[in-house]
């Protein structure tokens, strides 16, 4: 092949040339000193080739060759994955000025996450890292943690995927799960930690219109369920299906016997309106129940909690309608209806909990945007606080925490069978600079029951059961996302 290649060039080279020269001999003389060249080129190339491959084999002896292999995958991993996440700080006042801070802005069930009066408050700092599973590449994780008064409020007196803290030092894992993309009908299979399907609102603070979460989201609806679920539907058509299990109902509740929670959900999205029907059905079931310890608090999160309490085979069902439409480019509304139907095999009549939440959003311009939200909420059962108290432990929603909370008689004990609670919301949201944004919000709530009074919200009388029958609460917030 070489003494081809190089005669091949010779003869060109000698036909180029051959005009311009006088005898053959001189012809000859010159294709043998372009030959001698080409072959001195060559042996050159084939030196250098060796010494490359020597210098390789030192750095592989050296394992400086899979140093280099691991900082290859390494990016490669960095580039597959998103990373994001957010900051978050918040002021609330509660103008009934009630007589003391502690959790005086959780009488009507709502503002878990801005809980104290008269605070300013780290919300949470989010982090989230995943790789959605794609055609392209099946399989998926997702990881998303908080930290701050958003993470103890979830992780006070959680044994599940919670790292306790004091205050705002809490850490709380909120979703941690992988995932598969099976090329069988395009059915992903999610396995883990995960939030859940259910309601409109969520945990993390920027993804929602209002800085507060409501009642319905404070009393009804889960957090995040530890399961796996099977996801799938038709892309032209929008429809979509969940079917899944999940050890428990609640964010808290662990695993502790042979039962699980279905998950299930369908709907259909699409040009400008999402509908969504979802819902789960299941034996670990919060107490709905004044458990009757022979405290005023009516009990602590161990007294309900499944690992010290044997199982009682109470189940309960949670349904849940959700529907988006977008008015415009700029403007959207929402429906949320859930109830959530307790059977007590030990309680009658069972108690039944449903919840209204309506509201929209408008962008006015760039950098501003306004939304409303309207709630009502209807119980038919004197054990709500408990369920409240439960879900929120370190919140202790109770007569002596807010001086006159909902449902509170002079002994302690829940004075109200059937009630009503109705809010109205209104936010207004600017972006100051770029990720960075300033939200105001003011909140309107009441209460009507069929006991003795509807004065069952704080109010500035420290050391007394007397109350309000409603209360105003402003909010601020800073976040900044990334």
Aim: proline share 3%; charged share 20%.
């Amino acid at each position: 092949m070489r003494s081809m290649w190089t005669t091949t060039v010779a003869a060109v080279v000698g036909l180029v040339l051959a005009p311009s020269l006088a005898t053959a001999d001189d012809v000859s003389e010159q294709l043998r000193l372009l030959q001698e060249r080409l072959a001195s080129m060559e042996d050159r190339l084939q030196a250098t080739q060796d010494q490359l491959e020597d210098a390789n084999g030192t750095l592989e002896a050296a394992g400086i060759g899979e140093e280099r292999s691991a900082v290859s995958r390494l990016a490669s991993f960095l580039e597959k994955t998103d990373f994001g996440g957010w900051a978050a700080a918040s002021y609330s006042w509660n103008f009934n000025d009630p007589g003391q801070a502690r959790n005086a802005n959780t009488g009507a069930f709502s503002h878990a996450f801005h809980a104290q009066h008269n605070s300013i408050q780290f919300d949470e700092f989010a982090l989230s890292i995943g790789q959605e599973a794609t055609e392209e590449s099946r399989g998926g994780f997702q990881f998303d943690i908080l930290f701050g008064e958003t993470a103890n409020l979830m992780t006070t007196g959680n044994n599940d995927f919670g790292f306790n803290g004091t205050g705002a030092s809490s850490l709380w894992v909120g979703q941690a799960y992988v995932e598969y993309l099976s090329p069988i009908g395009g059915v992903k299979v999610t396995a883990g930690k995960f939030f859940t399907h259910i309601g409109y609102e969520v945990v993390g603070a920027p993804l929602n219109a209002n800085i507060n979460r409501g009642f319905t989201w404070g009393l009804l609806q889960p957090i995040s369920h530890t399961g796996i679920k099977f996801e799938g539907g038709c892309g032209d058509c929008g429809m979509w299906w969940l079917l899944g299990v999940a050890n428990g109902f609640q964010e808290r509740q662990p695993d502790n016997d042979a039962r699980k929670d279905l998950l299930f959900g369908f709907g259909k999205d699409g040009e400008k309106t999402d509908v969504a029907i979802n819902g789960s059905f299941g034996w670990d079931a919060e107490s709905f129940r004044n458990l009757g310890l022979g405290t005023s608090q009516g009990g602590t999160l161990a007294d309900w909690n499944p690992v010290t309490r044997a199982p009682h085979g109470d189940t309960q069902l949670v349904l849940d309608l959700i529907i988006e439409h977008q008015l415009s480019d700029a403007s959207l509304v929402w429906l949320n209806v859930t109830s959530r139907q307790y059977f007590d095999h030990d309680q009658d009549p069972e108690p039944f909990l449903v919840g209204l939440n309506v509201g929209g959003r408008t962008q006015l311009n760039d950098r501003v945007a306004v939304a409303t939200r309207f709630e009502w909420l209807r119980g038919d059962d004197d054990g709500t606080n408990d369920v409240f108290d439960a879900r929120f432990p370190s919140l202790n929603s109770d007569c002596q925490a807010t001086n006159g909370a909902f449902g509170c008689s002079s002994s302690g004990s829940p004075g109200a069978s059937q009630f009503d609670v109705f809010g109205v919301t209104g936010t207004l949201d600017v972006a100051l600079v770029d990720n960075l944004s300033f939200r105001t919000e003011f909140s309107w709530e009441t209460i009507r029951t069929d006991g003795s009074s509807d004065r069952q919200l704080p109010r500035d009388n420290p050391g007394s059961h007397k109350a309000a029958k409603s209360q105003v609460i402003g909010t601020a917030q800073m976040i900044y996302e990334f």
